[in-house]
């Protein structure tokens, strides 16, 4: 049965001023758009004529932004390099109501930067500058040490991880054992290499293609597979509820103790870009359990702001507004 309407209007509004923690991989990514109508004489490559130039937060940091459209208090915990993409990545934040105070500089690894080159819609080029190790073991206790202090008055937590090795095994641990503590929900978008580390957490959201490679399985067609698949998920990661994101056929949310998922009918009119449709999705879903929604009402909200942010172009947010508008 669909939540109703009054009662998902007023989980938005206690939306403000939610305190949320964010730990994750942060990137800057760098954007070159323009024409081709040549080929460059020096070499069988396309010349691009460029026409726009521009940074947006990646990773993590587009979570915490998506927070901030929200009108919640993301705190951002990570690290990047002591460079020029560090500092624009962190002045990028700041300018959109993230506390990056939490954010660690590492004179031994580089800021993570995505930098595309677009001939129209298509992607002509990408430039990774990145390092992949684990953190520093100083590093990591400087981030926890920001963790501990930030969770005292904090209402939800999001782990975004991305595989640069902000998330060590001994972190991840610790920061669901203190929410757990704390009875904080603390929500994943995993990286499928450390898929099976986040046991005891509140939820998980994979998209389908995630979910069937975090279990080691091929992907398989039906209701049946997906249902035998969340539930495998549920059980192994010992998680309070696991949300299979799935595209065009909306979403699917196992929840402990439950005799069948929910299933949530996807909402957009028309995808023009899923581009960071699933930061918006964690999100929405870790501000309305913040609020105290139940997992469907959570879902439900999350799915609506997907919805919103897919008919978008480009990295999109969702905004309370925007999302009290879509529902019925």
Not at 23 to 39: A, E, P
């Amino acid at each position: 049965m669909q939540p109703k309407t009054t009662r998902l209007k007023t989980i938005l509004k206690s939306f403000k001023d939610k305190k949320i923690i964010v730990v994750g991989d942060i990137m800057l990514d760098h954007f070159i758009k323009g024409s081709v109508s040549r080929i460059s004489p020096e070499a069988p490559v396309p010349v691009v004529d460029v026409k726009k130039e521009f940074f947006v937060a990646g990773g993590a940091g587009n979570v915490a932004v998506n927070l901030a459209a929200l009108e919640a208090k993301p705190v951002m915990i990570s690290v990047v390099g002591s460079d020029l993409g560090g500092e624009m990545l962190k002045d990028f934040l700041r300018k959109r109501n993230v506390d990056v105070s939490a954010i660690s500089e590492d004179l031994d690894r580089p800021t993570t930067q995505k930098i595309r080159v677009m001939a129209e819609q298509q992607q002509i080029v990408r430039f990774d500058r990145e390092s992949k190790k684990i953190i520093s073991p100083a590093i990591a206790t400087s981030c926890m040490d920001s963790f501990e202090k930030a969770i005292q008055n904090a209402h939800g937590v999001i782990l975004s991880d991305y595989g640069k090795g902000m998330l060590s095994d001994h972190n991840i641990e610790k920061i669901i054992s203190l929410c757990r503590q704390k009875n904080i929900p603390v929500c994943v978008d995993p990286k499928i290499d450390n898929f099976k580390k986040y046991k005891n957490i509140t939820c998980m959201t994979p998209n389908t293609k995630e979910a069937w490679e975090g279990v080691g399985q091929s992907p398989q067609a039906g209701e049946e597979a997906i249902e035998r698949l969340g539930n495998k998920i549920l059980k192994m990661l010992n998680a309070d509820s696991i949300l299979i994101t799935r595209s065009s056929e909306g979403m699917s949310l196992f929840e402990k103790n439950a005799n069948q998922p929910y299933t949530v009918r996807a909402t957009a009119r028309e995808v023009y870009d899923v581009t960071g449709a699933g930061d918006t999705v964690i999100s929405v879903l870790t501000l309305a359990l913040a609020a105290k929604a139940s997992l469907k009402e959570a879902a439900v909200l999350a799915n609506y702001a997907a919805g919103i942010v897919v008919e978008k172009s480009g990295t999109a947010v969702a905004t309370r507004q925007e999302i009290e508008g879509v529902l019925p």
